[in-house]
C-alpha cells in the first residue's frame, strides 16, 4: 500500500502518550510515527487520518488546520469493553493543488474501504468530503450520504468547488453514484429558498434542528441507511465551543451530537465518518474534547453493531403488511435488536437504480402511522426517487 502521502503523527502527541495510563485508548491505538512508519492494518476495523486542507473554504485566509489538540484529547479517553482494533495514520497535508489534496484523501479512502477499514476523517473545510465520496467510485454503485450541517451546502454546481457548494458537484458530476442524501439538524434562516425547494425535488431527506433536538432518536433510522456520514462542526452551537469556532447560538448541544455520533458508528452501512470545519484557536481544549468525545462515540457504536438485517432467516424477524388506500407497505421488524425497515418495492419497466426489492430502514412510529392511513414521508421520497 503506498500512503508515502501521509505524515506521521507528532512527537509532540506521542510524548504526551507516553506519560498516560496503560488502560487510556492512546496506549492502545496503532500510530504512525516517524520512528516506526505505518503501522500493520491487517487487523484494524477504524482507522483516523487528519487532512490538513482549507483553501476551498470561502473564509480561507491561509490559516492550515493542526490536529495535536484533538490527538491529545483523544488519547487519554479510556476505550469501552472493546474488541475494535483502531490506528491512527497521521495527517494528509496540503498538496501543490486542492485536487492533489483530494486525489490523496481518495486513494487513501479508497484503500481503507477495499480493506473493510472505517476511515475517520478529521478536517480541514467540508469539500473534502466530496474527495471522499468519490472513494467509492470503484468500491459499491450507489451511496447514501447524510450530513450533520446547519446548511445544504448546494450551491452553484457550475462555479469552482466550496465548502459551502459541494454537494452541487456530488450531484452533477460523473460518475452519478449518489442515491440518496440527507441533511440532519438545518435550520431555515442559512438557507436560501430555491435550494429547499430543489431538496424537495430530488425527493432528498432534510430535518430540521428543532425536530431532532426534541427527538434524538429521529436521526437512527437515517443514519442506519447512510455509508458516508459528514459533520460540519457548525451544526455545534457557538456555546459549547472556543471563540473561533463559533457560528450560531442554536445548535446541537455536546450530548446530541455526540449522540448522533453513536447512532452512525452503530448503523452497519456507515463505513466512513468525517468531522469537518475544525478552527484552531486560544482556550481550545472544550473543543478539541469535543470531537474527540465525538471519535469515542462513534468507536463505540461501531463496537455495538450487530447484524440484524439479514431477512433470510424467518426465524429471526417479524413481517407486517399495511394496506394504504392502494399501497401495501410491507414492515419488517427484527427479532434481535427491535428495529424496524420498510420494504420499496421494484417497479418493473423503469429504469430504476433498484434493480430489486429493498429495505428503507424506519421505525415503529412509521409503522403505526401506517396502520392509522398514512403513509410514511421516507418511503413516499424512496419510492419516488426510485421511480425515474
Not at 62 to 89: E, H
Not at 339 to 362: D, G, M, Q, S, Y
Request: glycine letters at 6%.
Amino acid at each position: 500500500m503506498n500512503f508515502s502521502f501521509l505524515t506521521p503523527v507528532s512527537d509532540t502527541v506521542l510524548a504526551h502518550k507516553e506519560l498516560l495510563s496503560e488502560q487510556a485508548l492512546g496506549r492502545k491505538l496503532r500510530i504512525h510515527s516517524r520512528q516506526n512508519g505505518i503501522p500493520d492494518l491487517d487487523d484494524i476495523q477504524i482507522a483516523i487520518i487528519g487532512v490538513q486542507e482549507t483553501r476551498n473554504d470561502v473564509n480561507y485566509i491561509g490559516q492550515v488546520p493542526k490536529f495535536d489538540n484533538i490527538r491529545m484529547a483523544l488519547y487519554l479517553l479510556y476505550p469501552g469493553n472493546w474488541n475494535t482494533n483502531i490506528a491512527d495514520l497521521g495527517d494528509i497535508e496540503q498538496g501543490e493543488t486542492v485536487e492533489d489534496t483530494y486525489f490523496a484523501v481518495r486513494t487513501a479512502i479508497t484503500v481503507l474501504l477495499e480493506k473493510n477499514i472505517i476511515p475517520i476523517i478529521i478536517g480541514g473545510s467540508q469539500d473534502i468530503t466530496y474527495a471522499n465520496y468519490r472513494a467509492y467510485d470503484d468500491v459499491m454503485p450507489m451511496v447514501n450520504i447524510v450530513s450533520i450541517d446547519t446548511n445544504f451546502d448546494l450551491g452553484d454546481a457550475s462555479l469552482p468547488i466550496k465548502n459551502n457548494s459541494y454537494l452541487g458537484k456530488v450531484i452533477t458530476e460523473e460518475p452519478y453514484n449518489l442515491f440518496n442524501y440527507s441533511t440532519v439538524g438545518y435550520q431555515t434562516y442559512f438557507n436560501p429558498q430555491d435550494e429547499i425547494d430543489l431538496m424537495e425535488k430530488l425527493y432528498f431527506e432534510a430535518y430540521r434542528l428543532g425536530d431532532i433536538s426534541a427527538n434524538i432518536h429521529l436521526v437512527e433510522p437515517v443514519l442506519r441507511d447512510a455509508h458516508l456520514v459528514t459533520i460540519d462542526l457548525k451544526s455545534v452551537r457557538a456555546s459549547e465551543v472556543n471563540s473561533k469556532q463559533k457560528y450560531s447560538p442554536n445548535g446541537f448541544d455536546g450530548k446530541e451530537i455526540c449522540a448522533i455520533s453513536r447512532y452512525a458508528g452503530i448503523s452497519n452501512k456507515v463505513s466512513s465518518f468525517g468531522i469537518y470545519e475544525y478552527q484552531l484557536g486560544k482556550n481550545d481544549n472544550a473543543t478539541a474534547m469535543l470531537i474527540a468525545q465525538m471519535i469515542w462515540y462513534f468507536c463505540e457504536g461501531v463496537n455495538c453493531r450487530v447484524k440484524d438485517d439479514d431477512f433470510l432467516n424467518e426465524n429471526q424477524y417479524q413481517k407486517y403488511n399495511v394496506l394504504v388506500e392502494d399501497d401495501e407497505l410491507v414492515f419488517y421488524k427484527s427479532l434481535k435488536t427491535g428495529r424496524w425497515w420498510i420494504e420499496i418495492p421494484f417497479l418493473p419497466n423503469v429504469n430504476n437504480k433498484l434493480k430489486k426489492h429493498t429495505l428503507l430502514p424506519c421505525m415503529h412510529d412509521d409503522y403505526v402511522r401506517a396502520t392509522n392511513g398514512e403513509i410514511p414521508e421516507r418511503w413516499f421520497k424512496a419510492y419516488r426517487k426510485n421511480s425515474f
